[in-house]
């Protein structure tokens, strides 16, 4: 009996790929060029190879049995991984000093990006990094098809094409217009902003930063009103100016935007994650140095002298 495990010729899985998507292999044939029956035999191959069956069969249709399903559900990132060396590769060969290229989304400043490449620089001192700000939904799409090696966003959980680390938290800070009545402040608490509008870049359930937000103003007991900011894409602090909202920053305390807007401490020091997002099974010295040098956890912080915490 042979014991060696099972392996995956990636030519037929991509065969079956496009059977299990027509349904057909008559339309998976067409889709790929080739004849009925040179589909029919790579599918009976790598049943063979698997030795299991991946498709039932009645008359000219299949559906996917158990067996089928698992591999269809992993034969995506399969297919892209070896699809993302085999680029690498030639990238490599043509060339030799490409750039690492990460995304951010306006959550994320260019300067905070910068910090978090620190590990990789020290790592990979002749590595090139290109540094672009995207929207979440293109950051991810941008990912997911290679065109950025790394993005990075506030989040925790990574959406379910991609894999995910969170690398770091950041402490959040108030951006208060000048003429705001708590701008002259020090320090002030959670439950004294969301007296005001909370302003966020989407609306509730459309964005996990934006439900992140909610939910450390709902540790602190209170639940402010929304304002969805209409600018898009500009720096977090100048969502407010013009406003009697408040918004979350990570802009350290003092004056900003040419003095129109106030970055207040806020007592308790709430913090926000930074999230790291890549292709599954693909590899990249860069990442790893950045993984290796990440600081996934909550950092003590403690609450300025001049203000009392929200609990």
Known sequence: MDSRPPTVNLARLSHFVAVAESGSMTAAAADLHLTQQAV???????????????????GRRVALTPAGRTLRDGSAAVLAAAQDLARSTVATAREPHRPFVVAHTPAITADEVFLAMDAVRAGCPDLPIEV?????????????????????????????????????????HAALAAEHPLADRAVVTIR??????????????????????????????????????????????????????????????????????????????????VQALWREHTVSEARRVLLEGATPTLPPVRSPDSGHPDQ
């Not at 995207?134 to 506030?154: E, I």
């Open 40 to 58: 029919s035999s790579s599918i009976r191959r790598l049943e063979r190879e698997l030795g299991v069956s991946v498709f039932t069969r009645s």
């Open 192 to 273: 004294e902003l969301s007296e005001y509008p909370l302003t966020v870049w989407a609306p509730p359930g459309a964005s996990f930063y934006t439900d992140y937000l909610l939910s450390v103003c709902r540790r602190a007991g209170t639940d402010p009103r929304i304002r969805v900011n209409t600018v898009q894409g500009t720096t977090p602090a100048t969502a407010v100016v013009g406003t009697d909202s408040f918004a979350f920053v990570t802009q350290q305390p003092g004056s900003a935007v040419g003095g129109r807007v106030r970055i207040v401490a806020i007592a308790g020091a709430p913090q926000a994650p």
């Open 132 to 172: 672009h700000q995207a929207y979440p939904a293109d950051m991810t799409d941008g990912v997911a098809s290679g065109r950025f090696d790394l993005g990075l966003r506030r989040g925790v959980v990574p959406p379910t094409r991609l894999a995910g680390a969170v690398i770091s938290y950041d402490v959040l």
